[in-house]
């Protein structure tokens, strides 16, 4: 595994924002805590919590629950309190390893993880873990993403007037083909393929594994998605990649690879392409897709 922060260097606070903004939609976010198991007077971890998106989406419906996040990367953990405060929520986040929970033996009722298992480096231990703090009857649940580049993905149809086009997606991909150069991503996804979750929850002496399909694809061009979220996922994609493209640049080995001209180029259409998109929000002809597919399973602990 490389040595850069991966709360720096690869998914920022900002990033993991507005990447989780459109994993469940707004009709189907009761039924997905349903799934989850939530009942008043729960006590719910998030393992991996990052900046506590999926513990805000737990903690924030009718329930009344307890909930605490834990996540390894302090950067992570100030954001998630910050997040957390801002709503309103009394969640409490912690520093911790995931190997070594920091938690008292069947301590919760619910253990969840959202994108967990395909990175950390043992799941049997972490899953082990999970299963330590929680009580006997109680349910793990885990979110967990199918494809990291879906193949639908695409740079979208833009009209002719676009000419910054281009140019943006030729210095987007010499970018993150350095990046990965210097500190390619696979080895910090060598965790459990996501296609065998179910499985492992079964082998790891779960029982009653389900498992629940949960889209995140989506597209700026769809009416469906309210004129306010469009305009944050522009906040938090201009403010996100930015953020990593100076941190990127302040290490020798990157402008090795991708010149300072390069980066202001390519810092300038960042910002172009936003406005753009910012400008033309009822544009509904480009179609330009994110995300990806995530899988929701869960199991009782005997």
């Keep these: 595994m490389g040595d850069k922060q991966w709360s720096v260097y690869f998914q920022n606070p900002d990033y993991l924002e507005r990447t989780r903004m459109f994993l469940v939609p707004a009709e189907m976010q009761p039924l997905v805590r349903r799934w989850c198991g939530l009942e008043d ?40 309190r910050e997040k957390a405060a801002a709503e309103g929520l009394p969640i409490e986040y912690v520093s911790g390893d995931a190997l070594a929970l920091p938690f008292e033996d069947k301590s919760f009722d619910l253990v969840a993880s959202h994108t967990f298992f395909t990175s950390i480096p043992d799941p049997a231990k972490a899953m082990a873990e999970m299963q330590r703090v929680l009580r006997p009857g109680g349910i793990v649940a885990a979110v967990t993403c199918m494809d990291f580049d879906p193949e639908v993905q695409e740079a979208g149809r833009y009209p002719a007037e676009c000419g910054w086009l281009e140019d943006f997606n030729r210095l987007f991909l010499k970018f993150y083909d350095a990046c990965f150069e210097i500190d390619p991503l696979e080895p910090r996804m060598d965790g459990l393929n996501p296609a065998l979750l179910p499985r492992f929850f079964a082998e ?12 995140k694809l989506f597209s700026l061009s769809s009416a469906a998605v309210p004129r306010e ?12 990649e930015i953020k990593k493209l100076d941190a990127w640049m302040a290490l020798p080995e990157m402008r090795e690879r991708f010149t300072e001209e390069e ?40």
């Design 229 to 240: 979220e469009k305009l944050l996922y522009l906040d938090l994609f201009e403010s996100s």
């Design 263 to 302: 980066a202001a180029e390519y810092r300038r259409l960042i910002r172009e392409k936003c406005d753009w998109r910012r400008k033309n929000l009822d544009e509904n002809t480009v179609w330009e897709w994110l995300g990806g597919a995530n899988l929701l399973v869960t199991g009782r602990k005997v």
């Design 204 to 215: 790891s002496g779960l029982k009653s594994v389900s498992a629940y399909p949960l889209g």
């Design 41 to 80: 007077g729960m006590r719910i971890l998030d393992v991996g919590a990052g900046t506590g998106y999926f513990t805000r989406f737990l903690a924030s419906g009718e329930q009344k629950i307890t909930a605490v996040g834990v996540d390894r990367d302090e950067v992570f953990v100030r954001y998630a």
